[in-house]
């Protein structure tokens, strides 16, 4: 079974408009942490935001948040007033024993969403 | 700056050509690892690396090999390349805790 599913293969939104990108993920670890990275035509892995597993609140850094429902095992990613900018791939990925020094465990990613922003 | 650098940035080579990609980090991280990124794949660990002397498979090391000799160090060794790992190439590096993984450029590698 895959660890990270993002069922959205493909999106085109308009600027302006927001956009809900879609994560579920499948773990038994208690401590996890959950990621999303955007990757540009030009081929670098971007960090957006991060959820650890514990965390309460959800996540937010700037337009970006993350909608975390943790009985779900769902992490989407919300961009709010979307700009031409933001056309790219993006990945949700997991590391599980988040916080537990286990950073070599690595990232899963899912396969990834691409998102174009029409104007 | 914090920053990973990889070397070279693209590349192609012919089956059976050894190559070494270079990776660095300055941030006296003790976790690396290495990823490869295929259409419709995602990014998949290669090899990971907890410390000095210490490395693991991660889940696709066939036809890999990496070394850790020094901290900042941790170069991606293809011994006998083949078509099949023509492929987008990242290093990454994090502390124990993990916030974040910092990623380098990427490699574009091309075997023919």
Redesign the interface.
């Known amino acids: 079974a895959q660890k990270i599913t993002q069922t959205q293969p493909g999106m085109f939104v308009q600027e302006k408009e927001a956009v809900t990108l879609d994560c579920t993920y499948d773990t038994s670890d208690q401590s996890y942490g959950l990621f999303w990275y955007k990757q540009p035509s030009s081929g670098e892995m971007i960090f957006l935001i991060y959820q650890g597993s514990y965390d309460e609140q959800n996540a937010t850094e700037g337009r970006y948040s993350l909608n975390f429902q943790k009985a779900r095992k769902s992490a989407n990613l919300v961009i709010s007033a979307s700009q031409l900018g933001d056309s790219a791939m993006y990945f949700c990925a997991m590391r599980e024993g988040f916080g537990l020094g286990r950073g070599a465990d690595g990232l899963t990613f899912g396969k990834g969403t691409h998102l174009i922003i029409q104007p | 700056e914090a920053q990973v650098t990889q070397n070279p940035r693209y590349l192609i080579t012919v089956t059976g050509k050894k190559l070494t990609v270079t990776c660095s980090q300055n941030m006296n991280h ?2 690396m ?1 290495w ?1 490869r990124q295929d259409p ?6 290669i090899y ?3 410390n000095v002397e210490v490395t ?1 498979k ?1 889940d696709v090391p066939e036809g890999y090999k990496v070394s850790r000799k020094e901290k900042r160090n941790f170069p991606l060794i293809l011994e006998s390349p083949s078509p099949n790992q023509t492929s ?1 190439y ?1 290093c ?1 590096s ?10 380098g ?2 490699t ?1 590698l091309t075997v023919t």
Request: hydrophobic share 25%.
């Open positions: 003790e976790y690892s990823y419709g794949l995602g990014l998949r660990q990971y690396s907890m693991d991660g987008l990242f990454a994090t502390t124990g805790l993990g916030h974040e993984q910092y990623f450029p990427g574009r």
